[in-house]
């Protein structure tokens, strides 16, 4: 039987080769047959390699992955902008992430209320312990009583008071701002002070200073952008409705990367 962590990496590793590909073209179409072809390739080996396999296994619905990837296939048939390749891939890569965060829930798993882990070994003032302890409290009550949004905003503030932490621990903060994915001023070129970086960029350095696994990275990724449907417009435009499944999927990302933060 496949695993579908191997699988949908693999899928992820498929994209990221094509949205390469396609990024260094400085022309608005794509009209080298060999890059499309490729493109192809990668549109055919989700249908006809990775998507049978996943398809035999206890999952959600595969149509929300397969739209993307039939969009890159239809459009090697013709002469398709730069943009509309990119576009499709990067949805096709959200979608992926969000499937291989479905097989991540153990199966069984419940949100029965958990006791908080011990945040003294990260963060020594008492207060901000406190103020831990209670968010990951009120993450549990929202998801019961059926505030699947509302807990999934809390999540991502608890783990990014947790990447902070993690970062002011550091007696040395030196690898942090020479990291590669260490966000950047666009005025100066340089890293920006911690105090203005965002979340996604405390994702980005931690799993390159290896704090988080790889697929700790992409999962977080997609937590992130869920936590952004807290904006109104935001979440209209992209017409997500945020389920008990979402919630409970990201309560177990958010406690596997927290022990990963934590250790």
Excluded at 79 to 104: C, D, N, P
Excluded at 135 to 164: D, K, N, P, Y
Aim: aromatic share 6%; hydrophobic share 40%; glycine share 6%.
């Amino acid at each position: 039987m496949i695993d579908p962590q191997v699988t949908l990496s693999t899928v992820l590793e498929e994209l990221r080769r094509g949205q390469a590909v396609v990024a260094r073209h400085k022309d608005r179409q794509i009209r080298n047959n060999d890059d499309r072809d490729l493109l192809k390739a990668i549109a055919h080996s989700w249908f006809r390699s990775h998507r049978p396999g996943l398809a035999i296994t206890t999952g959600p619905d595969l149509s929300a992955v397969d739209l993307p990837f039939q969009r890159i296939l239809e459009g090697t048939d013709r002469f398709t902008s730069t943009r509309g390749y990119l576009k499709a891939i990067k949805e096709a890569m959200s979608q992926v992430r969000a499937l291989r965060a479905h097989y991540l829930i153990p199966r069984g798993s419940t949100t029965s209320s958990e006791i908080p882990p011990r945040f003294s070994t990260l963060v020594a003032e008492l207060f901000m312990q406190r103020i831990l302890g209670t968010r990951w409290e009120e993450c549990q009550r929202c998801i019961s009583s059926g505030a699947h949004l509302a807990a999934t905003v809390m999540m991502g503030g608890l783990l990014e008071a947790l990447f902070v932490a993690r970062a002011n621990a550091m007696p040395d903060k030196a690898p942090l701002f020479k990291a590669r994915q260490a966000p950047i001023d666009r005025k100066t070129r340089k890293p920006l002070p911690l105090a203005e970086w965002t979340l996604r960029g405390y994702i980005d350095v931690a799993h390159e200073l290896g704090w988080i696994t790889r697929s700790g990275k992409d999962i977080a990724v997609v937590l992130r952008d869920c936590r952004n449907l807290i904006h109104p417009e935001k979440q209209r435009s992209l017409g997500i409705e945020l389920s008990e499944h979402d919630s409970k999927m990201f309560w177990e990302i958010t406690k596997s990367l927290s022990r990963q933060l934590l250790n």
